[in-house]
């Protein structure tokens, strides 16, 4: 079965400075991986999603992801963050073939700014 | 955009309550989910289902059931809801498996006295 984890509960930075947010996962081939966002009071939206070919992805809003098969990680980062990116992210994972009809989610990094 | 709605948006019951929880999307997608959240935990799978008349268990399904009575309505029953259910549930849909996006509805806050 797959697993991810997101090893920080919480990450601050300055407005304009760079994002790298975490994530690992445990599968033995190579997943399906996802970012979501869920900003307040609403539901998850879809950032950006791996599942082959160029191991750098590009989702919304200027947010990119880069899948290291040899380290298991799929991080997410950001040039230049904004008070809108303030959110809580989660990292997803499934497997190929007849384990891809669910997605395991990470707990979850809560993303803000430093006033 | 796809369109799945949630109600209530908030819910409160007491102990050994009957709670129904509503989802319905209108984007014909064969596959629906109801997640909890809960700090510290992230979103955990309940139920999920494939179709109409279809039901696969989640991850933890304990003390839920669940009913999908057409493609589009999926409801998720808590027929002696517990203090340990007071949760955020989102549901969730997405057209196929694999890679497909799943789209969110906005949740509903149960709160379970």
């Known amino acids: 079965a797959q697993s991810v984890t997101q090893p920080d509960a919480r990450v601050t930075v300055s407005e304009g400075a760079s994002l790298q947010l975490r994530c690992k996962y445990s599968?033995?081939?190579?997943?399906?991986l996802f970012w979501y966002v869920q900003y307040p009071r609403q539901g998850l939206q879809l950032l950006l999603k791996?599942?082959?070919?160029?191991?750098v992805v590009q989702g919304v809003n200027g947010f990119e992801a880069e899948f290291i098969k040899s380290n298991s990680s799929f991080h997410l980062r950001k040039a230049s963050v904004h008070w809108s990116d303030s959110a809580v992210y989660f990292c997803?994972?499934?497997?190929?073939?007849?384990?891809?009809?669910?997605?395991?989610f990470g707990k979850g990094t809560k993303f803000s700014l430093i006033p | 955009e796809a369109a799945v709605t949630q109600s209530p948006r908030n819910k409160v019951t007491v102990t050994g309550g009957n709670v129904t929880l509503s989802c319905r999307q209108t984007?014909?997608?064969?596959?629906m989910y109801w997640y909890r959240q809960d700090t510290g935990h992230g979103l955990r799978l309940i139920h999920y289902?494939?179709?109409?008349?279809?039901?696969q268990i989640g991850d933890v399904p304990d003390g839920y059931k669940a009913t999908r009575t057409t493609q589009e309505d999926f409801f998720l029953l808590l027929e002696l809801a517990s203090p340990s259910q007071t949760s955020l549930y989102f549901c969730?849909?997405?057209?196929?498996?694999?890679?497909?996006?799943?789209?969110f509805g906005s949740g509903t806050r149960l709160t379970v006295l």
């Open positions: 969730a849909s997405r057209r196929d498996w694999g890679v497909e996006t799943l789209y």
């Open positions: 599968y033995s081939g190579t997943p399906y």
């Open positions: 791996y599942y082959s070919g160029d191991p």
């Open positions: 997803a994972v499934s497997a190929p073939g007849t384990g891809s009809n669910r997605l395991t």
């Open positions: 984007n014909s997608h064969n596959y």
């Open positions: 289902s494939y179709g109409a008349g279809n039901l």
